[in-house]
């Protein structure tokens, strides 16, 4: 038989998540407002890409349920959702299962809008949500080269390292 896991044992999380970005939507990504933007993600709640797969990594980590299933796009409660809340919500799970966030590395892929000029700001929303330095919380933005007449759309990837509250 095999003998336990110790406690402290890092788990490590994988999320990903894709939106349509579609004119006469508002443009939230990663909780910070591209207001420049004349597209956004479509979808149910304000359909932030990167808090989406964010969450589903920490879920993932925890062993918890996903996002589609603790906030399902057909329930109107989290119709227009700040991703945001969600994440904290998430989060609250996770650190009831006596769990916090040590690290998490994110990378977004979209033609436009561009990641770059707001990348900090969007570092340090994450990093206030998770309670991280941030150091710990980093985001590359890419461009999908050769796919310059595809749809619009945006696809992220999030991984997460979660370790024992009480380290
Ligand atoms: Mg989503």
């Known amino acids: 038989m ?15 998540d894709r939106h349509a970005l579609v004119a006469g939507r508002p443009c939230v990504l990663g909780g910070v ?14 359909a932030d890409a990167i808090l989406h797969a964010l969450t589903d990594a920490l879920l993932g ?21 700040d991703s945001s809340e969600l994440l904290r919500a998430a989060l609250e799970l996770v650190n009831q299962a006596g769990l916090r966030c040590w690290s998490c590395d994110i990378v977004a892929v979209c033609m436009e809008p561009k990641i770059g000029p707001r990348r900090s700001l969007i570092r340090k929303h994450l990093a206030a ?15 999908p080269e050769g796919n310059e007449t595809g749809p619009a759309a945006i696809e992220v990837t999030a991984v997460v390292l979660l370790g024992p509250a009480s380290a």
Not at 4 to 16: F, H, K
Not at 71 to 81: K, Q, T
């Open 61 to 81: 980590a925890a062993g918890l349920d996903d996002l589609g299933t603790l906030f399902p796009d057909h329930d109107p409660r989290w119709s227009g959702a």
């Open 33 to 46: 407002l591209f207001d420049d933007s004349p597209i956004g993600p479509l979808g149910h709640s304000d």
């Open 2 to 16: 095999t003998a336990p896991l110790p406690p402290q044992t890092p788990r490590i999380g994988l999320g990903s």
């Open 129 to 143: 949500l998770l309670s991280l330095p941030t150091d710990r919380v980093n985001l590359k933005g890419k461009t």
